[in-house]
């Protein structure tokens, strides 16, 4: 990265110039033509970015200071103050951050194809056309977040994910209270021609595995140790390839109890003293990719972490569920923005490197030697 091509980053240019637009085309809220409003809308989406990927903002009261300073104002027209932005969340929709996540991915996907860099496996891109990982994730909330209840005590806010493995970038999502069903959520998403990699929790109930290859899509999916299996057919014969990988058996088997559930195959794998069944609707594959590509699910874990580790997403600025997706998605537009702009999905060195560079601390010059730095850390 040299000092040519930093000259072109500014994340909150970027964000605006894609947001801009879609304000333009939408019904402006009633309150937004009363005079006397300071904050609108770009500015409160902008607020939001802003703090979302700088840490030392930690609190909405943090972000309402640090908005009277004058760098500030490529950000915000004017200070903000915590009741107008609080009130803000319930005037500003959050599905024009949606969209803006949508170009991104978009955007993302096709730089990665153009640039021949690809994710995953190079067996698996050989012998799939796509490949999306499926899984959630959560942000603990406040007990005031009463329209969100957790899985179990307490709230939270869960995000339900298509990860598109090959090109790396999210592609689908949905934002939902911590205590709905991912495999529900993933029922009403379900696209023919897709291929989902997906975990124990979406195969507990098995009818599921049958709807989906109804609906077109095919899929890996990890059974859990103790669900029952019944023969249906004869062992397929293994390859050394797959005896090498650690395949005991692949044969049709029947799902669950009083011969009910579906006939699926499932290859058992056993690796580093750890059983493995994995379901798959997919027939022509050698048994030792079936668990080759479960192995890509880890991918979207790495996604999780990156997005909760480097980004401000622990705090949350607004607590209403329109606040909610608005923070989420401005997690996502941040970590799409990077990847765009970098080609690839930052580390922590070269996220703090550009933060350093937004608080003033690096030069545009420092930023490229950090930079080079960060990435050739990255390859060792």
């Not at 395949?247 to 699926?264: A, E, N, Q, T």
């Not at 056993?270 to 030792?288: C, G, M, P, V, W």
Request: include cysteine; hydrophobic fraction near 45%; charge should be positive.
């Amino acid at each position: 990265m040299d000092v040519a091509q930093l000259r072109n980053w500014k994340l909150i240019d970027a964000f605006r110039s894609r947001v801009l637009p879609l304000l333009e085309r939408r019904v402006p809220h009633p309150s937004e033509e009363d005079p006397r409003r300071v904050l609108e809308a770009i500015d409160y989406f902008s607020a939001f970015l802003m703090a979302v990927f700088n840490p030392a903002i930690s609190s909405l009261r943090a972000l309402c200071e640090v908005s009277h300073c004058g760098k500030m104002r490529a950000v915000t027209q004017k200070p903000l103050t915590a009741s107008s932005f609080s009130e803000a969340q319930h005037l500003f929709s959050p599905k024009i951050l949606d969209q803006v996540a949508r170009q991104l991915t978009r955007e993302v996907g096709a730089k990665s194809l153009g640039d021949e860099r690809h994710g995953g496996d190079a067996r698996v891109r050989q012998a799939l056309k796509r490949l999306s990982a499926i899984d959630g994730t959560v942000w603990r909330g406040v007990n005031r977040m009463l329209w969100a209840p957790a899985a179990g005590s307490g709230q939270a806010v869960r995000l339900h994910l298509h990860f598109a493995v090959f090109e790396q970038t999210p592609e689908d999502w949905t934002i939902t209270p911590g205590s709905a069903s991912e495999p529900h959520v993933l029922a009403q998403k379900l696209q023919k021609g897709a291929f989902y990699v997906i975990d124990r929790l979406y195969a507990q109930r098995h009818q599921f595995l049958q709807e989906m290859q109804e609906a077109g899509a095919d899929f890996v999916v990890r059974l859990n140790n103790n669900v029952i299996l019944t023969p249906e057919a004869p062992e397929r014969p293994l390859s050394p390839a797959d005896r090498q990988a650690g395949v005991v058996w692949d044969r049709p088997m029947r799902l669950g109890v009083h011969g009910s559930g579906p006939v699926i195959r499932v290859v058992r794998v056993q690796a580093q003293d750890k059983i493995f069944h994995l379901a798959t609707s997919r027939q022509d594959l050698e048994a030792e990719l079936i668990g080759l590509i479960y192995r890509q699910r880890w991918e979207i874990e790495v996604f999780f972490k990156w997005i909760k580790t480097l980004l401000n997403g622990g705090h949350w600025f607004a607590e209403s569920p329109a606040g909610a997706q608005i923070q989420i998605y401005c997690v996502l537009i941040c970590a799409l923005l990077l990847m765009l702009w970098t080609g690839a999905r930052p580390n922590k060195r070269m996220i703090e490197a550009l933060r350093f560079y937004q608080m003033g601390w690096a030069t545009q010059e420092e930023l490229a030697l950090l930079l080079k730095r960060a990435q050739g850390a990255q390859k060792i």
